[in-house]
């Protein structure tokens, strides 16, 4: 059940009710590719970066260490001791990007898998199953994500494909859940809007999808490839078309810019690989913009990463003492960056909801985006 708390301009202050506890949103849910961050992060760590949304994705875990394992060990939460909310993928991005060969029918997507090229065949059912396996919080639709570029010739049926999917998905998880050894008997779907850089194709499917009454829904398909004005312009058409008191989550970003203009189009769930990922190559985010650790000139900076963080790494840990773990490559170093990172982007959005609460998220956001610059 979603709250919907406060609103400035489109900006959405909302809170999210689960069987596995309150999402305060907006939220930048911390990715979990395979069951962990990437960076040697533990569930205490998570608890102490301020983490409330572990994600986890379909097609990995589905490949290794297999879904029915997952589900007779007592599911996902039991398997990575996680009390919180997790939110599984569909697997359709990784199979649209990772997978070779692969081959799309109505039924759904033959592939071979990135790790033995053994022949696989995923559609909207399996991808349920696979999620009821895992019993993650929140599953996604199964959908196609068509490039970003692609013609509308190309893309107007795949959007279509993708609705009757939607359709197949909510009577497979309704069937799931029904079930007497199901590991999450509550288990939620959210929808996905598709269209490209086409607002008029998002829109019409936005409005087709809402029908459906599902508990949330997301704009996927955005963030590969196209331009961030591209994306907002996306942003500014579809989101106002996509139920206002339910959580509203684009998949896949971003930087902290990204999120400020995508929280103000009226965004309040987020996910991206970026600030792990960024940490682990020793680049690390700080109010005036990103830092690159292996530069020279922090080799005997003794001052933290930043003055006013609050994270575990910034209460102990100098930036010469992380640079030198960095080029030592040990694993420390990264995970120092990547805790860091991490609870940035978490502490991010605890100000954007205190800025929401006071009605002064316009003021906070500019403030933060003239800060960014500095380091550009
Ligand atoms: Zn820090």
Known sequence: MYELLKVEGRAKRGRFHTPHGVIETPVFMNVATVAAIKGALSTEDLERIGTQVVLSNTYHLHLRPGDKLIKELGGLHKFMVC??????????????????MRKIKEEGVYFSSHIDGRKIFMGPEESMQIQSNIGSTI??????????????????????????????????????????????????LFGINQGGVHPDIRIEHAKVIREFDLPGYAVGGL????????????????????????????????????????????????????PARNGRHGHVYTNQGKINLFNQKHENDMTPIAEDCKCPTCQKYS?????????AKEMLGMRL????????????????????????????????????????
């Open 319 to 327: 930036k010469a003492y992380i640079r030198h773990l960095l080029k």
């Open 337 to 376: 960056c990547v805790m860091h990172n991490l609870y940035y982007f978490n502490n991010l959005m605890t100000e954007i909801r205190e800025a929401l609460d006071k009605g002064e998220f316009a003021k906070y956001k500019k403030m933060r985006l003239e800060g960014y610059k500095q380091n550009k």
């Open 83 to 100: 009390d919180r909310p997790i939110l599984t993928d569909s697997g359709g991005f990784q199979v649209f990007s990772l997978a070779a």
């Open 223 to 274: 963030a590969v490839g196209e331009s961030h004005a591209e994306m907002y312009n996306v942003l500014e058409h579809v989101v106002p078309y996509l139920p206002q008191n339910k959580p509203t989550y684009l998949m896949g970003v971003g930087t902290p810019e990204n999120i400020l203009e995508a929280v103000d189009r009226g965004i309040d769930f987020f996910d991206c690989v970026l």
């Open 139 to 188: 599953a996604m639709a199964f959908d196609e994500c068509p490039p970003a570029l692609a013609e509308r010739d190309y893309i107007i049926p795949s959007v279509e494909r993708t609705t009757r999917w939607l359709k197949r998905c909510m009577a497979e998880m309704n069937r799931l859940n029904s079930l007497e050894d199901t590991v999450n008997k509550e288990q939620m």
